[in-house]
């Protein structure tokens, strides 16, 4: 009888564990499929086969990107038209020892500040709108952690001071961003300029200064050494104040970089 008893116990938990385990595959399944229902926008054959996990033990290998001018086709996907931009990485001024600076200057109307620290996080510092001539900086910077594994989520909360850029000392508005990124895994990524094997980094982010209220995701592709490879991004503005208002947006690379200076 306890023979029985102890049969039938190791009966339920070797059927709890199958059903334990197939509903851990269809969730894995699940997420990989919308996952690609997601980036479908960037068009057949450019989100290949997914690549066996590994930790990102230096995202400014990934992130940064080599210094120059790195050109993208741009997909508006309300209106399904295409646009050539670019984007500009340029290292800045810094000491042996300190840390690792530089800017991303996105056609001549939007620069971004990075910077690497000791330990090999990736913070965004401040971004400025030249257009309309205000500067936002960070505080805390918004965070990418080295030794980010898969499905890892990260979030970050930042008090946002923004000044115009005539006059840089007074905060002319106060806000606050709150930033939940995830480090959806790793894929082939095939655009114009080649195949790479990317990290692709989700953003959920939302964003509070004055009357302005933005909401959405953004899923990039990160190949090392090189940087973006292709983007996804939602942009919403509730309210106009400083932002540009723009449609949804797909980035594709298509070429490497060439010096900044030709």
């Known amino acids: 009888m306890l023979f029985k008893t102890k049969y039938i116990e190791l009966f339920f938990i070797l059927l709890s564990m199958f059903f334990s385990n197939q509903m851990f595959a269809e969730e894995t399944t699940t997420h990989e499929e919308k ?3 997601i980036l479908s926008p960037l068009g057949n054959n450019i989100v290949g086969k997914s690549l066996p996990a590994i930790v990102i033990k230096d995202p400014f290998r990934y992130v940064s990107g ?3 001018k790195y050109t993208y086709q741009m997909i508006l996907t309300d209106d399904e038209d295409t ?3 670019f984007e500009i990485r340029r290292e800045m001024d810094s000491k042996i020892g300190e840390e690792r600076k530089w800017s991303l ?3 001549d109307d939007f ?3 990075w910077q690497a620290d000791s ?3 990736i913070h965004l510092t401040a971004q400025t709108d030249v257009d309309s001539g205000y500067r936002v900086e960070f505080t805390p910077h918004l965070l990418l952690p080295a ?3 898969q499905g890892q989520h990260w979030r970050s909360k930042s008090s946002l001071n923004v000044y ?3 006059d840089p000392d007074t905060i002319a508005y106060e806000g606050e961003l709150v930033s939940t990124k995830a480090y959806e895994g790793r894929f082939e990524v095939t655009t114009p300029v080649g195949k790479f094997d990317a990290i692709l980094i989700s953003d959920d982010y939302e964003i509070n200064i004055g009357v302005v209220n933005i909401k959405d995701r953004r899923y990039t592709f990160y190949a090392p050494n090189i940087g973006k490879v292709a983007e996804i991004d939602g942009f919403h503005v509730s309210a106009f104040l400083f932002f540009h208002k723009r449609k949804n947006e797909v980035k594709i690379l298509m070429n490497l970089p060439r010096l900044t200076d030709e």
Do not use: F, M
């Open 164 to 166: 115009e850029t005539s």
């Open 66 to 68: 080599k210094p120059g």
């Open 147 to 149: 030794g980010a594994r």
């Open 83 to 85: 646009v050539t931009k």
């Open 105 to 107: 200057e996105i056609d």
């Open 111 to 113: 620069i971004e500040e």
């Open 119 to 121: 330990k090999g996080n």
């Open 35 to 37: 996952l690609r229902e």
